[in-house]
């Protein structure tokens, strides 16, 4: 079965540094799909950043990219220069492909500190 | 403008009132999602379904019922709610044959249940 985990409850960050935040997951399957979600206040859910297991390459989206550890099953998510928008609680989820079985992490909560 | 809505967005019932808690989609997806979100639990999926009258258990079916008579519309009913369903619920779609497996949510609805 898929399982996500994201050890860090809280996460704190001084305006304009750069935070990591982590996650590892779990699956027996060798195609999946890993995504970042954001959820700001608004409680709207966001696509921060997806990676497909088959890629190589880390995937990067402006001030966010992943650091992709496919053998240690790490994926996690750093945002560079960060800024008092990104503060939020960032979800980590994956998807074994093409069974659009979604399982999420518990969350890690952003605060960005001016 | 593309999107996804629920209604209502929010909503205090009591226990065993029928409710049904109404998600609809203007994007032509096949593929609509329920999840709900709870402090430390993050998002669980409810059900899912992949295109019209087909539907499938997520990992927290107990207690709710969905319907997919037409493509835009995935309603999830709760027969006979109870304090325990207290949750913010989110509809979410998504294009099964994009290769991209990125699901789009809707605002959300939080429920009471007393």
């Known amino acids: 079965a898929q399982t996500v985990t994201q050890s860090q409850p809280e996460m704190s960050v001084q305006e304009a540094e750069t935070v990591t935040l982590s996650c590892t997951y779990d699956?027996?399957?060798?195609?999946?799909?890993l995504f970042w979600y954001k959820q700001p206040p608004s409680r709207q859910m966001i696509l921060v950043i997806r990676?497909?297991?088959?890629?190589?390459q880390n995937a990067t989206e402006n001030r966010f990219s992943v650091n992709f550890q496919k053998a240690a099953k790490s994926f996690s998510l750093k945002i560079s220069d960060s800024q008092l928008g990104d503060a939020a609680m960032y979800f980590c989820?994956?998807?074994?492909?093409?069974?659009?079985?979604?399982?999420f992490g518990t969350g890690t909560r952003l605060k960005v500190l001016a | 403008e593309a999107q996804v809505t629920q209604n209502p967005r929010y909503l205090i019932t009591v226990t065993g009132k029928k409710l049904t808690v109404t998600c609809s989609q203007n994007?032509?997806?096949?593929?609509m999602s329920w999840y709900r979100q709870d402090p430390g639990l993050g998002l669980r999926q409810i059900y899912y379904?992949?295109?019209?009258?087909?539907?499938d258990k997520g990992d927290v079916p107990e207690g709710y019922k969905v319907s997919r008579k037409e493509k835009r519309n995935f309603p999830l009913i709760l027969e006979s709610p109870s304090p325990n369903q207290t949750s913010l619920y989110f509809c979410?779609?998504?294009?099964?044959?994009?290769?991209?497996?990125?699901?789009?949510f809707g605002p959300g609805t939080r429920l009471t249940v007393l």
């Open positions: 989820a994956s998807e074994e492909a093409g069974t659009y079985k979604y399982i």
């Open positions: 699956t027996s399957e060798s195609d999946y799909y």
């Open positions: 990676q497909e297991a088959y890629k190589q």
């Open positions: 994007m032509n997806h096949e593929y």
């Open positions: 379904s992949m295109n019209v009258e087909v539907t």
């Open positions: 979410a779609t998504a294009i099964p044959t994009s290769g991209t497996n990125e699901q789009f």
